[in-house]
């Protein structure tokens, strides 16, 4: 199966990331990670470099998820491109598989993984009928370029813009389960605070991107 380069975006997951890099740098279907620093305060990129395939850099400061992904993609040299969130736990080489086979077989443009951790109806909701707010995904690299022009996608707006772009250009989506993978709840990692702000962005994002559309 063709290789694919993978990229982590990371803020303060020294505690986690690990659990991630372990598996992508013995995973044959893993090229080469790109780990991007987003002005972590704590030792997340010295604790990435020690894994085999990484390619690490740091930004000078928090700029967000979508501005961490378009310096992940500097560095990116294969035409497929895995993001995955770098607080994964759980998560295995077939996992890796799952989500890059649909696309690299060229079945189709876009593969996303959700991660089957809640009640089931709650499940249901978030993978068929809610927005995908899923971080983990697989595309083609010059689909991700695309997305990542538009200022919409920066912050947290990546994964509203990269759902939006699929929309718009009728691309051909699959979702996936992603069984017994896990991830903390951003209101018990970083606080109640900040999961609101975080949810207040995914707004101001799908409302900017509705304004343009109809524009």
């Given amino acids: 199966m063709t290789k694919v380069d993978a990229i982590v975006p990371c803020y303060n997951e020294a505690p986690r990331i690990g659990a991630v890099l372990s598996v992508l740098s013995i995973s044959p279907h893993i090229n080469s990670i790109v780990v991007v620093d987003d002005g972590s305060t704590d030792n997340s990129l010295d604790i990435a470099k020690k894994f085999p395939k990484v390619i690490a850099t740091r930004l000078n400061q928090n700029i967000g998820k979508g501005g961490a992904i378009r310096e992940g993609l500097k560095r990116v040299r294969t035409g497929f491109v895995l ?12 996992h890796i598989r799952q989500l890059i086979a649909p696309v690299v077989d060229g079945k189709f443009d876009v593969c996303v993984g959700v991660l089957k951790n809640h009640h089931p109806i709650l499940h249901r909701l978030k993978r068929d009928f809610l927005p995908l707010l899923s971080g983990q995904r697989v595309l083609k690299t010059k689909i991700l370029k695309e997305v ?6 920066r912050g947290w707006g990546i994964e509203p813009s990269l759902n939006y772009f699929a929309n718009i250009n009728g691309l051909k989506i699959t979702k996936i389960d992603l069984e017994g993978v896990k991830s903390p709840l951003n209101a018990k990692k970083r606080g109640v605070v900040a999961y609101v702000k975080r949810i207040f962005s995914y707004v101001q994002i799908y409302f900017a991107i509705l304004i343009v559309h109809h524009s």
């Fill in 83 to 94: 993001l995955l969130d770098a607080d994964l736990s759980e998560i295995t080489d077939y």
């Fill in 148 to 153: 990542l022009e538009s200022d919409n996608s």
